[in-house]
């Protein structure tokens, strides 16, 4: 059936429509205020380079750009390592459970954002419930301090929240591995782990590199998250974002910060992907799907 | 089509209401809808104020949580047919930007530090209260008869509220009570201590620490205030960002101290079964009296005026204070306050006390040369912050 272009793009218009008003007209507005300048609370109009040549030089900023990626490194590696985990069960090992774990991991996603940060903060605080089970238990005598108020605490709280989201990508992906490839790699004497490695690991390498990348977007653009839990520690690039634009009200510098923010989330996925290639995890056709 | 002389069927059977025009009349009638819709929600914050120079209708207010009165003021609402709609700030200066955004026109009546108040008047977000409008100004303490709250033609720029101590907030079942801001540095002090994560506060009430003038900070005195700061911040458990978060910290134990303590958190704790203090150790403290504001495009002036009449006076203002654990500018409503909150601060003398003991600081100069502005104080603090982590 040949599908009538103006009906494809009747048909996408109000997509388009939605797309327009909510994103790109707000980020393109945004985007033209980085360049004017800040006085008196009125961003003046114009085309000022200094908002970015302080972003990028300000040894402030390189600060916590690199507090950033100590807390968004280590919950994308975790969080894809238990979310591949999670969805590799879902999708070959879970049989009759798969329905329930999976209405689990989206049910867990229901429950307000700031609700979950806030849980943490009974769960991991100095009498909160891990810390009296432990000293209950005799395993410890003075409350663990470290778990709350650090950056292990937003972590913690990280993996919790951004993991469903990793799971489904990459169990969406491993749902469409046939099973005839495992059987057939069976049948010609591959065990689990070379099935796993030369079968697996190759198909879902795609969903992989985006699950990694959106974790990581998630991760380093989250604020709330450090603000709560990760106390003295939690001071990160989008804190800065947010004092600019709720307490100095300087629109021009928020703004140009998040592109700057933007132009690292694009030379970070760049990379990712450099890095999957090499490692042999993307296909060598042009249509990655990523 | 028209055609003279033609019946309205035959018109009909010329001229059919056909699936394309029914989509096209449709279309431009959802049109036209949706344009008026968006063009009203487009013309302000959707207030439905009192016709001018009538009390009553939605009163918009931005100001501090609890700030809005709603048991206190709840008689007088209903008497006057007033229905309060608030929303609430997070830190002391978050009026200034919203107000000024196109979200903030329609705000009726506001909160504002007298930190504020002087760079607000440049702003233009204040407007002018006489006397005449809100009577009770006359009978205030003399300390808040003058500026900043008083403008030089002898007006108002906003009128005196509730106002109080920003010290040291300490759990009185669990330590002594503080005589110096040194015992946060206390090495079994490390990581019982909070701090409010107001920037520009911050940094003006370690300027009275250390012996200066908050508002005419040198640079050569930022760099100690920023020194003393980063010792600080490596003794912090954690960065509050709300006022009820000190409250749910101190309360379940997991600090001690509060660096930038409010005295409402005092009363706040009761709630949640805790025990809190604020107190004005050696080395001074910052005051703050909040003041209430109205906007020049608030759209309900008249029962903007009336709430302040009403908050500034007898028992509604009594309760109030009690309620927020705050001192009153009214000598008058000091008699009706509860016995404890009688004592919070020195009514006795105090214009002594505000002049001597605590310092409110007027706003940092909006541009300087020679002292710090509102800018690098808070660019200081997250230097502070970033270099401590």
């Known amino acids: ?290 | 089509m028209r055609t003279e002389g033609q019946t309205p069927d035959q018109l009909f059977l010329n001229d059919p209401f056909n699936r394309r025009k029914l989509l096209q009349r449709a279309g431009l009638t959802l049109g036209a809808l949706g344009a008026g819709g968006l063009l009203s929600a487009c013309g302000g914050n959707g207030s439905s104020g009192a016709s001018s120079g009538k009390l009553g209708g939605q009163l918009d207010m931005y100001t501090w949580e609890g700030y809005d009165l709603p048991k206190e003021m709840a008689a007088w609402k209903k008497q006057h047919q007033v229905n309060v709609k608030a929303s609430y700030i997070g830190v002391a200066s978050d009026p200034e930007s919203k107000i000024k955004s196109p979200a903030g026109r329609g705000i009726d009546l506001s909160i504002a530090n007298q930190a504020f108040l002087g760079y607000w008047s440049q702003l233009g977000i204040l407007s002018k209260i006489t006397e005449e409008e809100v009577p009770t100004l006359a009978k205030m303490y003399p300390a808040f008869q003058k500026a900043p709250w008083r403008n030089e033609d002898g007006t108002y720029n906003s009128v005196p509220w509730n106002w109080g101590v920003l010290g040291l907030t300490y759990a009185p079942d669990r330590i002594d009570e503080p005589k110096s801001w040194d015992v946060m540095f206390d090495p079994e002090m490390k990581g019982r201590v909070a701090a409010f994560d107001d920037g520009k506060q911050n940094v003006q009430l370690a300027a009275v620490i250390l012996g200066y003038d908050p508002t005419q900070l040198t640079q050569p005195q930022l760099e100690d205030v920023k020194k003393w700061l980063v010792r600080l911040v490596k003794q912090l458990k954690t960065f509050t960002p709300t006022t009820g978060d000190q409250v749910s910290l101190l309360a379940s134990g997991e600090v001690d101290l509060v660096f930038l303590g409010w005295i409402g958190i005092d009363a706040l704790i009761k709630d949640k079964g805790g025990k809190a203090k604020t107190v004005v150790p050696q080395g001074g403290a910052l005051g703050y009296c909040d003041s209430l504001f109205i906007p020049p495009t608030a759209d309900n002036r008249t029962t903007a005026l009336a709430w302040c009449e009403e908050s500034l006076k007898g028992k509604v203002a009594a309760q109030a204070a009690n309620a927020l654990y705050a001192g009153v500018p009214n000598p008058e409503v000091v008699p009706l306050l509860d016995a404890q909150v009688q004592k919070i601060v020195p009514y006795d003398n105090v214009d002594k006390f505000i002049s001597d003991e605590i310092v409110l600081p007027l706003g940092y100069p909006v541009k300087s040369d020679k002292f710090v502005t509102g800018d690098q104080a808070l660019k200081a603090w997250e230097e502070v912050k970033a270099a401590a982590a």
């Open chain 1, 1 to 290: 059936m040949r599908i009538n272009r103006r009906l494809g793009l009747g048909l996408l218009s109000p997509l388009g429509l939605v797309l327009l008003l909510t994103i790109v007209i707000p980020a393109g507005t945004f985007f033209v205020y980085s360049f004017f300048t800040f006085e008196m609370l009125e961003p003046q109009p114009g085309f000022h380079l200094h908002n970015y040549t302080e972003a990028l030089s300000d040894p402030l900023y390189r600060k916590l750009a690199s507090h950033t990626l100590a807390i968004a490194a280590p919950t994308t590696v975790v969080t894809v390592l238990l979310g591949y985990t999670l969805s590799y069960y879902l999708a070959f090992r879970a049989g009759r459970g798969r329905g329930l774990i999976l209405a689990l991991v989206v049910v867990s996603m229901m429950a307000s954002f700031l609700a979950r940060v806030y849980a943490w903060r009974t769960l991991l605080g100095e009498r909160g419930v891990i810390n009296t089970a432990l000293e209950s238990l005799g395993v410890i005598h003075d409350p663990l301090s470290f778990l709350l108020f650090s950056r292990v605490a937003v972590v913690i709280a990280q993996v919790n929240l951004f993991l469903p989201f990793t799971a489904l990508v990459l169990y969406a992906s491993m749902t469409t591995i046939p099973h005839t490839l495992h059987e057939g790699a069976r049948d010609l004497g591959a065990g689990g782990a070379e099935a796993f490695r030369r079968i697996t690991l190759p198909l879902t390498g795609p969903a992989l590199l985006s699950a990694t990348a959106f974790t990581f977007f998630l991760s380093a653009g989250d604020y709330i998250t450090p603000v709560f839990l990760g106390g003295p520690g939690g001071v990160t690039f989008g804190t800065a974002i947010s004092d600019q634009l709720r307490i100095a009200g300087n629109y021009p510098l928020g703004a140009a910060l998040s592109f700057v923010m933007v132009l690292a989330f694009a030379l970070v996925y760049l990379l990712l992907r450099a890095a999957f290639k090499a490692m042999r995890l993307l296909p060598r056709t042009a249509a990655v799907g990523t």
